[in-house]
Each structure stands twice: as structure tokens, then as C-alpha cells.
């Protein structure tokens, strides 16, 4: 069971990531005596009655670290229950305040880059959320190549590499593992070289071959091989349909998901639409980033980040119009 189902109602907790200029994160080391005491974390804690979540925020990082007039965005909103007690985290971003951070309780802080937080030893969940922090807020699948005409799925494919999207799935269900390992094989070193990164169908062993940056897999395959040895900063995606699939997605250690679909689409003709309402009450509280799939495209982004997606996936939404 993952943490969205606990039986304890979840404990509010504000918690905010303040990124320097140097993209440094202020992390702080728990006291003793506190739960968790000893483990680094981002600066926040609990709600207080009613209070908004923003306000959370504010007050908790003034008491603690002396900061004002935050300025940033919520990431993430997820609960679970690996500490001493089921939590649910709202996530922000803060790239702007006022004041020099102190550890005004006692706590020590330190600013660390994103690599060196390997160093630390950070409280469980801490990777849901720098997931979320480094996910980007589209994730284009690529319409399949074999169904089009190959030059002008080409042509499309470099003017996408080009046009802002950093995050991919090759997606070609109609051929063959030995037609999609030479497709992937072909379409991965240009990706990369625009900063491109690519996630493939398939085995583990075609993604180690072919280079790729991760897997994206169905639930039922992750349930049938569990999650793969991926290297550092590889992902695990995962397609999911229901609150069931994301339940078991967290379980079983998928780093995000895209829960589908939200709208009709022509790709997939007989699906239900979820609507906006049904998204967001099968997304939930679950512990990993979700993005919103199905007739969708960049101009959903802010509606996708107001039903606590990571943002919007999309085939046709972000497949640049063909010039032929
Ligand atoms: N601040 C923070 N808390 C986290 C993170 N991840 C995570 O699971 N938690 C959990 C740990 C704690 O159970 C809870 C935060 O509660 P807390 O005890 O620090 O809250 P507080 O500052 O209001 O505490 P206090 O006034 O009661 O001392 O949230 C995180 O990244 N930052």
C-alpha cells in the first residue's frame, strides 16, 4: 500500500527549497530529539489549524531560517508515510526572499549543488521531490515513425529537438524490438547532442544498449520485472489510468508517471475521458510526480499545475506541424 492510502489521516506540512543563483539548495539537519533527528531536509513544518498552505509556508520559514517575502511555486504535493507518522508535503520552490537564512532553532544549514546532495543523508520521500524539482514541465512522446512518412517524421523530430522540449518517449508500438533498437539507436545521439533526454520502451537491456536515459513501461510491466538497476539520473516512467496504477507505480519505485486521459484523443479512440475533476481525484496525494496526458498541449500548463500535476505530456500537443 502506498502512503496516499494510509489509514492516519496525513499531518500538513509546508516545505520550501530556496535555490540560490548559483542553483544551490538550502538543506537543514534535523535536531536531535525531533523526528528524523540527524537527516537533512528542506526547511518547513506543520500547519497550523486552518491556516492557508501559503501562509504555512511563510511563517515557517520566517520562525526557522529568518526569511521573508518568499517568492516562488508549489512543485508537489504528496503524501507518505515512511517517518514516524503519515505526512502530506506541499512542495515549493523559492527562488526569491529577503534576509540572509539562519538557523534561527538550532538546526544547521548548508547550501549544497544538486550533486553534492548525494553526500547527504536526506529524510525518506526526499527523492519524490527532487523529482519533481527536476522534471521538466513537458514531456513530448514522439507520434510513431512507421506509421508516418519517414523523412517528414524526421524533418518534425529535429524541429521538436529544437523547440524547448528536454524530456522524450520514443514511442512506435507497431515494430519489432530489432526495428525499435536501430530507430532508438539513430534518434538518441541527436537528441542528446540538442540536451535532449530520451526515454525508451521496451527491455532494460535495449535501454543500456541503445544509451538511453531511462525506461518508460506500462504498470503491468513494472509489476511483471520490478524496477530495473537504472543508473544515476536515469528514470523510470510509468503509464498509468487509474488511482490503482499510481498507487503501484509509487510502490514499486517509479521516479513519475502520466496518468491518462484527460481528455479524447485520436490515439486512443475508445478511452474515457478522466476531465480535469476525475484527474485530479485518481492523481490524488500519491508519492511521485504525475503528469496529465490526453488532448492536451502547452497551453494546459497552468491547469495541469492547478490539479497538482508535474505538467503536461502530449503526442500531437508538442509534435510540431508537419512542413510537407
Ligand atoms: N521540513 C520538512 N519536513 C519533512 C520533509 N520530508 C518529510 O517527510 N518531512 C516530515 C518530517 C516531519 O515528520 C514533518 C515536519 O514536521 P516538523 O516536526 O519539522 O514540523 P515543525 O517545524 O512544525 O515542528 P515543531 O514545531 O513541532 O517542532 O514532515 C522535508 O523535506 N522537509
Redesign the pocket.
Known amino acids: 500500500m502506498d502512503s496516499a492510502q494510509s489509514a492516519k489521516p496525513p499531518?500538513d506540512?509546508a516545505?520550501g527549497i530556496l535555490v540560490d543563483a548559483r542553483h544551490r539548495l538550502l538543506i537543514?539537519q534535523?535536531r536531535p530529539g525531533?523526528?528524523?533527528a540527524g537527516f537533512w531536509?528542506?526547511?518547513?513544518?506543520?500547519r497550523e489549524g486552518d491556516e492557508p498552505m501559503a501562509d504555512c509556508l511563510a511563517r515557517?520559514l520566517a520562525e526557522?531560517i529568518g526569511v521573508r517575502d518568499c517568492q516562488g511555486e508549489t512543485i508537489i504535493r504528496f503524501a507518505?508515510a515512511?517517518?514516524?507518522?503519515p505526512?502530506r508535503?506541499h512542495?515549493s520552490r523559492i527562488d526569491a526572499w529577503q534576509g540572509e537564512p539562519e538557523g534561527l532553532e538550532g538546526q544547521e544549514l548548508t547550501w549544497v549543488s544538486r550533486e553534492e546532495l548525494r553526500d547527504y543523508t536526506?529524510?525518506?520521500?526526499?527523492d519524490v521531490?527532487l523529482n519533481a524539482l527536476d522534471l521538466p514541465d513537458r514531456y513530448a512522446i514522439t507520434p510513431a515513425r512507421s506509421a508516418a512518412e519517414p523523412d517528414a517524421w524526421q524533418a518534425q523530430f529535429d524541429v521538436l529537438l529544437g523547440s524547448g522540449i528536454t524530456l522524450l518517449r520514443l514511442r512506435d508500438q507497431g515494430i519489432d524490438d530489432a526495428a525499435y533498437q536501430a530507430l532508438a539507436s539513430e534518434v538518441i545521439p541527436a537528441a542528446h547532442a540538442q540536451g535532449v533526454r530520451v526515454l525508451v520502451d521496451r527491455s532494460f537491456e535495449l535501454c543500456r544498449a541503445v544509451g538511453a536515459d531511462g525506461l518508460h513501461w506500462s504498470v503491468a510491466r513494472l509489476l511483471q520485472k520490478g524496477r530495473p538497476n537504472l543508473g544515476p539520473g536515469q528514470l523510470l516512467a510509468v503509464s498509468a489510468h487509474t488511482d490503482r496504477d499510481l498507487a503501484m507505480a509509487a510502490d514499486r519505485g517509479a521516479d513519475f508517471a502520466v496518468l491518462s486521459p484527460v481528455a479524447a484523443t485520436a490515439t486512443h479512440p475508445g478511452a474515457v475521458p478522466l476531465g480535469w475533476d476525475g484527474w485530479a481525484a485518481a492523481r490524488g496525494d500519491h508519492a511521485l510526480p504525475v503528469y496529465a496526458l490526453g488532448g492536451l498541449g502547452s497551453d494546459d500548463l497552468d491547469v495541469a499545475a492547478r490539479h497538482n500535476a508535474q505538467g503536461v505530456a502530449a503526442i500531437r500537443g508538442f509534435w510540431p506541424a508537419s512542413r510537407v
Not at 122 to 126: E, N, S, W
Open positions: 499531518i506540512i516545505v537543514a534535523r525531533t523526528p528524523g531536509e528542506f526547511p518547513g513544518g506543520k515557517e526557522e507518505h515512511k517517518g514516524e507518522r505526512v508535503l512542495v536526506l529524510l525518506p520521500a526526499t521531490i
